[in-house]
């Protein structure tokens, strides 16, 4: 009986020595997993404010004479930023208006409006304001709410 049990563990050991090569694969597996997803995110954020400036250069570029004069991120109560909150940013611009508003005005302001909210990092475009009081030129300010993916991207970055 002892004979056979010191049989059946020699032939036991092999399949623990590979069971054991097979667990030691899986966590180093599940370890490079987690480095690939820390890497895609630094890759994210790395590149999400380029995505977004090449996102509103198309934008302004379909619309023409169109230009962006300041970005800003909305702050929260007391300048600290909820993480949970939604990602605001404030886009203040110009376009070239001829003196007495035509359809081709109004047609330039729907296409810019149309256009940001169909970017990709975009989620919403909210208070839209338009001021006439430079002559030839019509300034814009409006509120981009970012979409959380791009949200997420920027905050890591910004923790750094």
Partial sequence: METRLVAIEAELEPLRARER???????????????????????????????????????LRGVEDVWLERVAIEEGDGGKRDERA?????????????????????????QLLEGLEAARSVAAVEHPRFDKSRAGILGFDVTLVMDARWRGAVSEEMER
Avoid: C, H, N
């Avoid at 490079?32 to 090449?54: K, P, S, Y």
């Fill in 21 to 59: 090569r097979v667990i030691g694969m899986r966590e180093e597996l599940e370890r490079l997993d987690g480095v690939e997803r820390r890497l895609r995110r630094v890759v994210d954020a790395r590149t999400a404010w380029v995505r977004f400036f090449a996102e509103m250069q198309e934008v």
């Fill in 86 to 110: 939604e990602l605001r940013l404030t886009v203040s611009g110009g376009m070239i208006d001829p003196e007495q508003p035509t359809a081709g005005s109004y047609e330039k302001v729907r």
